[in-house]
């Protein structure tokens, strides 16, 4: 069973930096995009970050230029690094992964459980 596991939310004033991690267990082939969304009172789950296992990255314009993402594909894990946090940055930040569980599966869409980040103005 496959399971995605987040940490680092928080509640942190405005201007100040946050960095969630995500790490990936259980019976894993390989693991192709990674991802963090999140998903705001009222409002829409949407993409932050992802990266491919190369390490190719794509950002949210609302993001762009703050958040990093990156990821350590020996260790399974994703981190996302947010600096200069505004208050419209809260949301439940969800990290997601493309998991294959085997030589002949194409990959299943796996979440983590979420983790809050509140930013305070």
């Known amino acids: 069973q496959v399971q995605l596991v987040e940490s680092g939310g928080g509640l942190v004033q405005a201007g100040g930096s946050l960095r969630l991690s995500c790490a990936a267990s259980?019976?894993?082939?390989?693991?192709?995009?990674m991802a963090w969304y999140r998903q705001a009172p009222g409002k829409h789950r949407e993409l932050v970050a992802d990266?491919?296992?190369?390490?190719?990255?794509n950002y949210a314009d609302s993001v762009k230029g703050r958040f990093t993402i990156s990821r350590d594909n020996a260790k399974k894990t994703v981190l996302l690094q947010m600096n200069s946090l505004k208050p419209e940055d809260t949301a439940i930040y969800y990290c997601?992964?493309?998991?294959?569980?085997?030589?002949?599966?194409?990959?299943?869409?796996?979440w983590g459980q979420g983790t809050q980040v509140t930013v305070s103005s």
């Open positions: 997601y992964a493309i998991i294959s569980t085997g030589f002949y599966n194409a990959g299943y869409d796996y």
């Open positions: 259980g019976s894993i082939f390989s693991i192709n995009d």
């Open positions: 990266i491919t296992s190369g390490g190719n990255t």
